[in-house]
């Protein structure tokens, strides 16, 4: 356990709606990240908060937006779902992020399916 | 051509075979290198990590970088059927203050008892 968590474990929607995934960081932790995992691109890393302010943005659609809470909880924010947007939602903690040897902890995935 | 290339698999082997996992990739800022293990239906974790070039040994697993071929590899000696995982590559560089890791697409190993 990596003590990352995530919720929910799994999730069932239609095109065009719009959800909320949740992540809450290891204790003491204050970087959060997303990534979006999927059988033909990888890992992909979506966006990145430290205590509460953005600070790195990758390859981040702009339906989908997140955000850190001042309790350091996250939450990402998927609108106007597509079909390609099936995928396996991870959230990554680790205690700062200025340096390369700072460890990220993922949690266990959020499973999304949009039919 | 993505930036962190690696073969997908799946590699089988049997137990107590030396297993190479390798990736290669194309853009020569990458100072830290690491190695992930993902179990099915599980988040990743950090196997090990080395800066720059060079080897480095944990039990089991050595993590070797060339930086000037571009080339990375993980060795598992006397593999396990609980080494059975997809194994991710990832390497990153300081951008805007943060280290933020590419990954590779992972590698699936098989290990058979």
């Known amino acids: 356990d990596s003590g990352v968590t995530q919720t929910p474990k799994h999730l069932i929607t239609a095109t065009g709606q719009r959800v909320t995934l949740r992540c809450s960081p290891r204790s003491g932790d204050l970087s959060v990240y997303w990534y979006q995992q999927s059988l033909d691109q990888g890992l992909q890393f979506l966006i990145q908060?430290?205590?509460?302010?953005?600070?790195a943005k990758g390859n981040i659609l702009e339906r989908f937006s997140a955000q850190q809470f001042p309790d350091l909880h996250s939450e990402l924010n998927l609108s106007s779902l597509e079909l390609g947007d099936s995928a396996l939602y991870f959230c990554a903690s680790s205690v700062a992020s200025t340096s390369g040897s700072d460890t990220q902890y993922f949690g266990p995935g959020t499973r999304l399916t949009v039919l | 051509q993505k930036e962190v290339e690696q073969d997908p698999g799946p590699l089988s082997v049997p137990e107590g075979a030396i297993v190479s996992l390798n990736c290669t990739y194309s853009n020569s800022a990458f100072q830290y290198f690491m190695w992930y293990r993902q179990y099915s239906r599980k988040g990743p974790e950090l196997l090990m990590y080395?800066?720059?070039?060079g080897n480095k040994e944990d039990g089991r697993f050595t993590a070797q970088v060339d930086k000037s071929s571009k080339y990375i590899s993980l060795f598992i000696r006397d593999s396990q059927p609980s080494d059975s995982a997809t194994y991710l590559c990832?390497?990153?560089?300081?951008?805007?203050?943060?280290?933020?890791?590419?990954f590779g697409r992972g590698t699936s190993l098989i290990v058979h008892p």
């Open positions: 990832a390497m990153s560089s300081a951008s805007g203050g943060s280290y933020i890791p590419t």
């Open positions: 908060y430290y205590n509460g302010e953005e600070r």
């Open positions: 080395t800066y720059s070039s």
